[in-house]
């Protein structure tokens, strides 16, 4: 029975920690600013653009000046809050996305698998 229950134990934690990451993901936001620092945007989970503000200087300067200025802001914005996301997963699961897509990808199929197998035990226990 000791070897179920280091299972439960290990597969709840895997659990516990991923539901830590993604709730610390759904909270998290990122700046990223235009190179003039003249827009800045704030993006969230998924690249939604929580902030946008714009200088009047850069409204004054033309229509493709905007788009250009707005892209890159929240091009930044959004490069800022993956480099955020990936420290958080790499605190929470031990494994940074960025670094190997691959084993991450691993890692959470195992996670899938072991809480299958959980289930799957503990339905065996009610019987």
């Known amino acids: ?3 179920l229950d280091d299972l439960a134990h290990y ?3 895997q659990v516990d920690r991923l539901r830590r990451a993604q709730e610390r993901l ?3 936001s990122a ?3 235009s190179p003039d620092g003249l827009v800045v945007a704030r ?4 690249g939604l653009l929580k902030d946008l503000r714009i200088d009047e ?3 004054r300067s033309g229509a493709d000046r905007v788009s250009q200025a707005v892209t890159a802001a929240i091009t930044a914005a959004q490069a800022a809050y993956n480099e955020q996301a990936d420290d958080i997963m790499g605190g929470e699961m031990g494994m940074r996305p960025s670094e190997s897509a691959s084993e991450f990808d691993r890692g959470i199929a195992r ?3 072991l809480t299958d197998q959980l289930e799957d035990l503990t339905r065996r226990m009610e019987r």
């Open 26 to 28: 759904e909270h998290a």
């Open 11 to 13: 597969a709840l934690d």
């Open 111 to 113: 996670i899938d698998a």
């Open 57 to 59: 200087a850069v409204l």
């Open 31 to 33: 700046e990223g600013r």
């Open 43 to 46: 993006t969230g989970a998924g």
């Open 1 to 3: 029975m000791n070897n």
